[in-house]
């Protein structure tokens, strides 16, 4: 897979590629990152990508000609097409299904923006889709395009070199995780549960699927509304 970021602040994206699962990720090939600064194709003298919105208002907004630009310049660098996303505040909500869709793709463009926000047209005259990180406010695009980066790029077949994930495990798919422990079997007073040393793994997948359930009943009952029950079922305490 391919990845290219454009944004106002390449650096911060460097720490983040050295090191996590990403950066190993990219060290064996399993994807490939690119980031490009929209800086490089402001055209004046000073080097601008924002200016003033029309009927005035507070703040500034990303200006079309280095957007376009820059997007239309990546996407030439190579064969196919990319997925566009534009990462705002107004976009669809990405959750688990969006990133799998993702994930999917050969090749991704994440565009991040800083300003108040974009010109519309970078909406209307580019295939763009946009999505949201959550309904909170950031200052820009890029702690968005960081987590978008990390939960695609797990997904990808081999990027965490134990297979065996949560993600994978169809039993508790879509449940908050269950109660883990490791040792010392007692830790100021708290004892581990007896049947996860009781070596019977029938009676312990039972009990971590219950736990699993209970928990994302009591914390995240939204989980569960609209969810396939792989044995459990829908609304046991209505
Ligand atoms: C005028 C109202 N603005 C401030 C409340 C709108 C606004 C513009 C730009 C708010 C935030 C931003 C910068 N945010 C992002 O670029 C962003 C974001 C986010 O703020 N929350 C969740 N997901 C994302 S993805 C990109």
Redesign the pocket.
């Known amino acids: 897979m391919r990845i290219d970021v454009l944004t106002l602040f390449p650096e911060v994206f460097e720490p983040f590629l050295r090191s996590s699962i990403v950066g190993r990720a990219v060290s064996s090939g399993l994807v490939e990152i690119g980031l490009t600064n929209i800086r490089d194709f402001a055209h004046d003298r000073h080097k601008s990508v924002d200016d003033t919105p029309f009927g005035g208002g507070p703040g500034m907004v990303m200006a079309c000609g280095p957007v376009f630009e820059a997007v239309e310049s990546v996407s030439a660098q190579r064969e196919g097409q990319p997925v566009r996303v534009l990462?705002?505040?107004q976009?669809r909500l990405m959750d688990q299904s969006a990133v799998r869709e993702l994930a999917g793709h050969e090749w991704l463009i994440l565009l991040?923006?800083h300003y108040?926000?974009f010109d519309e047209r970078i909406r209307v005259g580019m295939d763009v889709r946009e999505?949201?990180?959550?309904d909170?406010?950031?200052?820009?695009?890029e702690a968005?395009a960081l987590v978008v980066m990390d939960a695609v790029v797990r997904l990808l077949p081999g990027a965490l070199g134990h297979e065996d994930s949560a993600e994978h495990d169809s039993f508790t798919d879509g449940l908050l995780e269950y109660p883990q422990y490791t040792r010392p079997r007692e830790f100021r007073g708290m004892a581990v549960p007896d049947i996860l040393l009781s070596g019977d793994h029938g009676k312990i997948a039972a009990w971590r699927r219950e736990q699993a359930l209970e928990r994302t009943r009591q914390r995240r009952p939204d989980l569960l509304e609209d969810r396939e029950a792989p044995g459990g079922s829908r609304g046991e305490d209505d």
Do not use: F, Q, R
């Open positions: 990462l705002t505040p976009g991040c923006g108040e926000g999505l949201s990180i959550g909170y406010v950031l200052s820009g695009g968005a």
